[in-house]
């Protein structure tokens, strides 16, 4: 079955960029996902398509997609944005599929 | 607004049958291109998508789960069911429900989730 492998855990000083990635085969041909989950609430969805934006997520977001590798890239990283990122992709056999997360810290 | 909300036992034995409701508000499982999936999350663990199902009924199921689950939808009732049958000790997690698109394969407003606890 399609595998996303993530990261364990990411640092990142105040104001500084963090990059999340998120690797499985040919992933760059489908679209990708990101969610944040603080600690004991839901996932909200960060980035949709690879590098689209909802509403009401802020600017320093972004997303990206191409050959195996996602990116998920938070710019001035602020203290409220520690959490789990998990990526997630689709095909039309495996409908869908999560990585394991990735626990970015701000230190 | 969309909403969702889970409902069900918070603590199953083990070898039962767990039957969850997504009751939802907002949105139509009847318009095109909708979905409402499943996604699970052990205690300290990653998530897991176990289920989905559309408007237009087609049903995607988790290879490795495939075989205990069925997923249903009430449009009357605006609820999604999802069943697990033969449950055991590594299935206690919180279940979440959310909605989706189809089209851009993403799970775009999420229920609170509702933890369910396997133990006899």
């Known amino acids: 079955s399609y595998e996303l492998t993530q990261q364990p855990s990411v640092s990142v000083s105040p104001g500084q960029t963090a990059t999340i990635t998120c690797s499985g085969d040919?992933?760059?041909?489908?679209?990708c996902s990101w969610y944040q989950q603080k600690a004991g609430q839901s996932p909200v969805m960060v980035i949709y398509?690879?590098?689209k934006r909802p509403s009401g997520i802020p600017e320093r977001f972004s997303g990206s997609n191409s050959g195996n590798t996602a990116t998920l890239t938070i710019s001035g990283t602020q203290a409220v944005d520690e959490a789990d990122y998990y990526c997630q992709s689709w095909d039309s056999t495996t409908a869908r599929v999560f990585g394991g997360g990735t626990r970015l810290t701000v230190l | 607004q969309i909403t969702l909300k889970e409902s069900g036992p918070t603590l199953v034995k083990p070898t039962q049958t767990l039957t969850l409701t997504c009751s939802f508000s907002g949105f139509s499982l009847n318009t095109n291109g909708v979905g409402v999936g499943w996604i699970r999350q052990p205690p300290g663990k990653a998530l897991e998508w176990l289920a989905l199902i559309y408007w237009d009924d087609g049903q995607r199921y988790s290879p490795s789960l495939r075989s205990r689950l069925t997923i249903t939808k009430d449009t009357s009732k605006n609820q999604v069911v999802l069943t697990m049958t033969n449950m055991d000790p590594v299935d206690t997690a919180t279940y979440f429900c959310?909605?989706?698109?189809?089209?851009?394969?993403?799970?775009?407003?999420w229920g609170q989730g509702t933890l369910v606890t396997v133990s006899s």
């Open positions: 040919e992933l760059g041909d489908k679209y």
């Open positions: 398509r690879d590098n």
């Open positions: 959310a909605h989706s698109l189809a089209a851009a394969g993403c799970f775009d407003d």
